[in-house]
């Protein structure tokens, strides 16, 4: 007879860790509780007094201004005079986009913590990795997290369609690929800066990574063609206030804006289709397509089976994934369910290796740790490699089990857990622990290892580095 | 995070522990003969992004240059903010300071147009290309140099791995079945001996775990001493400060993950310099993706490039009596439109540079079969075209620098490159 993993697939691999008394909640109807977390309105982050992209990149803006007018009046002077004023006047940025990013990532762990839809959560964590924005690059430092909170969270039960147009607009999208300022060549503000022999033109950067990661996949078939065409109809996709091209300053601040100056005229053919609508319309016409093409649906459907189910996913299972999306024309919560519906994901406990954010979120959920404030609570974050909303790349963070189970790293889990053990002490019941976290993949052989442990501080190191423990 | 008893462990000592006691997992096959004398030591600096190879090495000789780059080109040398000198052709970028005296003693060879096998504009697949060495991207999970080493003579095999990625996981070009280390640096405490045995114990039924534990005891002794200023620093946003910020931030900004990248430099470079260190090494760096406000004398890119050039300046002082065995090839994906974009920046494109930089390197040259940057000579009248194949470079340093058998380069390591032949003369004959 074969054991029952249900409630700790569900708990595990769909939520973001067992808390204690989660599996019981669980009991027998693992898909019941996924169902259940699937209906009524997206769950926001709890008040926090967090701010909205537009005011933080107000301030952000007025300090960009500060600093142009600062570097324009010490052009004429020594450069001793002007080193030590500019490399403060410069730290201005950071100093105000740091706090708020530390905010950001503090409210959302705290959240992950504590919510009773855990698998909603890792939906959200799922899409702002598919959407990727990385603070290494500092125009976005501030605003990576009301990209999440404004253009993802309010969609991750509705759908695609609507989920891609409200983050290829929002403002921190547009920053990172560049497209603010991205000029159609005969657009009225090129053929006026040409006359003044300055020279316009189009960023490719947005338009290339919608179609190769935001909807269609590398493979699709697309061409570089398509890519320019398409970067020639997001042209206009820009914001207000200080981020417009040339001297442009209209507009609401940090807000998106179309600014039809920037546009390119005409008729534009992306992926085999012609679009022939004005301004704005012309963007929002070819996102709807791309969000309904069939190679969207085997993309979406193959990182979503990778997340849930196993690095490879089994064929059959992308495929149901793919149908569900396009018969409901992308309604979320139904591709959702058909990641569970098959058997796949209850037959293969344990198939994926967690990532350090899975390991630090079923850490602080399973032993229900506070998070201080200060910037001392996310380090471990940075420590254990994956830095929060800090992928490097437009491409997010790798879902396999090559990326992430390096001997370097698993070492840091170890001397992180080992750690973290020492400073609880005995403070925890860890031998109740084990189950109550693990369910039915709690192992003998570590129910062992930790009735043998010498102190209730190396049981819980055990517990935390236990091979069942790294998976999920 | 305080601990009652600091009880620090000799990870080497435990090691030996460990297979003394037969303990499974950490069983390993590492070998601790006594070194040989003056082994080969090969570094691939892998420059995540697509480098513009035009800004790195500029052709301000070329006719069509000035025009397509705008306010990006790098004036000739001389001319304030001017390139750096090569050849009366080429200049290299005003960042290169350390590379360029390194030209000066024959030890750099500079690639100005080469690409992989890849002619599609995906980073990401580029960089699969780039790594595992085959040109349909996703066709294998296992990295080129991983195959090289597979393959590396058993005389020069005498690290207990022979091979090391500076990162905490293993980047795919040194994935595979030879046995490889990461390594990262760590602010975290030790654990006592006992604890780490008993996890030992339990990973001994789990061969992922098992290994991985064992790669990591192997490779965490001798480096604990490092220092852990380089980890935890101000994690503010590193780069790509754009707009009215500009070049001052940029410096400033990213001077302080430069150094924490630096400081790693130097203790990657610090095991490399070991009798029983590893054959090869891999750096990662990032940041080369510059579509916007991407500079050109000064600015962004420059910034960058120069960071990089310090660090191969410790590089080469670290490895002191190494260097001389030393090959480091630095290349990037693909490269960049030969054209400025709108935005100040450019586009994903095709050829790039490259670089071969050390003191087994025949330098002092620049190898070129320049296509020109006219219209009728840009691959789809849009991106350099790249008239050197990548791993043309890759196999022909493989073999003469790390002795692999042209059969196994051509069979296991680069299966689809026949029509990428070796290159004679890349490295100094006096080699051993």
């Not at chain 1, 926001?44 to 201004?65: C, E, F, K, M």
């Amino acid at each position: 007879m074969s054991l029952d993993y249900s409630a700790a697939v569900a708990a595990n691999r769909f939520g973001l860790g067992a808390r204690p008394g989660e599996l019981d909640l669980i009991g027998a109807d693992a898909r019941g509780w996924l169902e259940g977390q699937l209906r009524g309105t997206a769950p926001s982050l709890p008040a926090t007094g967090l701010r909205s992209t537009a005011d933080i990149l107000t301030d952000a803006a007025a300090i960009r201004q500060q600093l142009l007018a600062q570097r324009r009046a010490a052009a004429g002077k020594p450069a001793a005079a002007e080193s030590t004023e500019a490399l403060a006047a410069v730290m201005r940025l950071p100093q105000l986009l740091r706090p708020i990013y530390i905010a950001e990532v503090q409210a959302r762990l705290r959240n992950a913590v504590a919510t009773e839809r855990p698998w909603v959560e890792r939906l959200v964590y799922f899409w702002s990795n598919h959407f990727a924005v990385s603070v290494d690059k500092l125009a976005v430092l501030g605003v990576a997290g009301s990209l999440e909170r404004e253009a993802i969270r309010p969609h991750v039960l509705g759908n695609f369609r609507e989920l891609l147009l409200a983050v290829e607009q929002h403002p921190a999208m547009l920053l990172y690929l560049d497209n603010q300022r991205s000029v159609g060549p005969n657009s009225v503000l090129a053929q006026r800066a040409a006359r003044r022999e300055r020279r316009l033109g189009l960023n490719e950067n947005l338009a290339r990574e919608i179609l190769e990661l935001h909807t269609l996949g590398v493979d699709a078939g697309y061409t570089q063609a398509d890519v320019t065409s398409f970067a020639k109809v997001l042209t206009g996709w820009s914001l207000g206030g200080g981020y417009g091209a040339g001297k442009m300053q209209d507009g609401a601040s940090g807000l998106f804006l179309f600014r039809p100056a920037l546009h390119e005229p005409g008729a534009q053919t992306v992926f085999h289709h012609r679009y022939d609508q004005p301004e704005q319309a012309q963007g929002r016409a070819v996102l709807t397509d791309l969000a309904l093409a069939p190679a969207t649906a085997r993309h979406i459907a193959t990182k979503l089976a990778r997340h849930f189910i196993a690095d490879d996913p089994p064929p059959a299972a992308v495929a149901r994934v793919a149908q569900a999306f396009q018969r409901s024309g992308g309604d979320l919560p139904q591709v959702y369910r058909a990641l569970f519906e098959g058997g796949e994901a209850w037959q293969t406990p344990l198939a994926k290796y967690k990532t350090p954010q899975d390991y630090l979120l079923s850490i602080y959920r399973g032993l229900q740790l506070p998070v201080a404030d200060g910037p001392k609570s996310i380090a471990a974050f940075d420590v254990l490699g994956q830095r929060q909303f800090a992928p490097g790349s437009p491409a997010g963070w790798a879902d396999r089990s090559d990326d992430w189970d390096g001997a370097s790293a698993l070492m840091k889990r170890i001397e992180f857990a080992d750690a973290l053990a020492q400073r609880l002490g005995g403070t925890r019941a860890v031998a109740e622990l084990g189950p109550q976290l693990l369910g039915a993949t709690y192992s003998d052989e570590t129910r062992v290892s930790l009735q043998r442990a010498a102190s209730d501080g190396q049981a819980l190191t055990l517990l935390l580095t236990a091979p069942e423990f790294l998976r999920r | 995070m305080n601990r009652d008893q600091p009880a620090p462990i000799n990870r080497r000592a435990l090691l030996k522990l460990g297979l003394a006691a037969g303990g499974a997992a950490l069983a390993t096959r590492y070998s601790f003969a006594a070194p040989a004398a003056s082994p080969s030591r090969f570094v691939f600096i892998i420059m995540r992004g697509a480098l513009d190879g035009l800004s790195a090495v500029p052709p301000y000789a070329d006719p069509d240059y000035a025009r397509l780059r705008g306010e990006l080109a790098i004036a000739a040398p001389g001319a304030g903010d001017g390139a750096l000198a090569l050849d009366g052709y080429f200049g290299l970028n005003p960042g290169l300071t350390f590379m360029h005296e390194a030209y000066g003693a024959h030890e750099l060879l500079v690639l100005p147009a080469v690409a992989t096998g890849y002619r599609e504009r995906s980073h990401f697949d580029g960089q699969d290309v780039l790594e595992s060495g085959i040109t349909q991207p996703h066709a294998t999970q296992s990295g080129w140099l991983n195959r090289a080493l597979v393959n590396l003579p058993a005389a020069r095999h005498r690290g207990r791995e022979s091979g090391v990625a500076l990162a905490q996981n293993v980047p795919l070009v040194l994935r595979g079945s030879a046995e490889v280390a990461s390594w990262s640096p760590s602010v975290l405490p030790d654990l006592d001996d006992d604890t780490m045995r008993r996890i030992a114990d339990r990973y001994a039924s789990d061969p992922l775990l098992a290994r991985r534990l064992a790669e990591a005891l192997a490779t965490g002794g001798e480096v604990d001493q490092s220092p852990a200023q380089a980890m935890g620093g101000d994690a503010a946003g590193a780069a790509g400060a754009g707009g009215a910020v500009g070049n001052a931030a940029m410096t400033a900004v990213v001077r302080s993950t430069a150094g924490r990248y630096i400081e790693t430099v130097r203790t990657a470079a610090g095991f490399l310099r070991r009798d029983d260190g590893p054959a090869v090494a891999v750096f990662d760096t990032t940041g080369w993706d510059t579509h916007f406000n991407e500079g050109g004398a000064q600015g962004q890119l420059r910034t960058r490039l120069a960071v990089l050039d310090q660090s191969l300046s410790t590089l080469k002082e670290t490895l002191g009596d190494v260097w001389p065995r030393t090959v480091v090839l630095l290349a990037t994906e693909f490269g960049r439109t030969a054209a400025a974009n709108g935005t100040r920046g450019t586009d994903h494109g095709t050829g790039s540079a490259a670089f071969l930089l050390g003191g087994a390197v025949a330098g002092g040259r620049v190898l070129a079969d320049w296509p020109g940057l006219s219209a009728r000579n840009l691959y789809q009248q849009r991106d350099l075209k790249p008239t050197l194949d990548l791993r043309s470079v890759m196999k022909s340093v493989l073999h003469e620098h790390l002795q692999i058998a042209s059969g196994a380069l051509d069979r296991d390591v680069f299966p689809d490159s026949s029509a990428a032949p070796y290159v004679a003369g890349l490295l100094r004959n006096n080699e051993a």
